[in-house]
């Protein structure tokens, strides 16, 4: 699998193993993965501190700075990239440092190409799980969440319903609609939604639709007019107000506040 737009940074101070790992990456990775080097950990901080690394290979044993240094110091910096450490010595003392700085993997040198690819792999998925997380606990919304917390306690019509609301984000989801796909009378079905989720019909949709806006704004550089389409709203006039009046402010700020990059034209 290959994770495109990320970034590696590989580092080592023996000029052929880097070289090596290097190619190896670029080749397995088809051009889809930014892989960067560094010759010593000095040279990987100041990569580090000008711009996104999603991963880092590197060698334990460097002059000046260790790998294991590199990855303290970006721990300081509250800074943390998924790691993966190669040694030519199987010292347990450096492994069991590894792994208390939360490095994913412990390389032996020689390293196959297969063995690296594999444990490049995993890494990836590993970063991208806890990206998935961060953009999680980004787009929280308290409410939702104490519906989600109820769900299972729902009538199997309301069940239905916010299943289908959440499969259905860029259809138009009006109650009279829904309330027909369950079998339930618009009416009695307004009333029991409200009772059962603690919001109405109206805003729980609303509600989804700009979670789901959000992670969007997050995790993609997706125009929002697109992203306004994709979450059901046809006018991103109406889309941008009604997120400002949630959000308090304009999907471009709230995607500059979260990810550091202006808004995609």
Known sequence: MIHSGKTILVVDDEPMTRAGISKTLEAWSLGRVRVLSAENG????????????????????????????????LRGKGMNPVVIVISSYPDFEYAQTAIQLGVVNY?????????????VEQAMRIEEDRERLETLEKIADPQLLNTKADELRYSPPIQSAVRYVEENLQSPLGMREVAGRVHLNPSYFSVLFKEQTGLTFSEYVTRIRLRKAKELLIRTRLPISEISEQVGYQTPKYFIKLFKDYEGKSPSQYRKEMTGEPDAI
């Open 42 to 73: 000095a040279q990987a901080l100041e990569i580090l501190d000008s711009q996104p690394v999603h991963l880092i290979v590197t060698d334990i044993r460097m002059p000046e700075f260790s790998g294991l240094h590199v990855v303290e110091k």
């Open 107 to 119: 390389l032996l040198k020689p390293v196959s190409k297969r063995k690296l690819i594999e444990a």
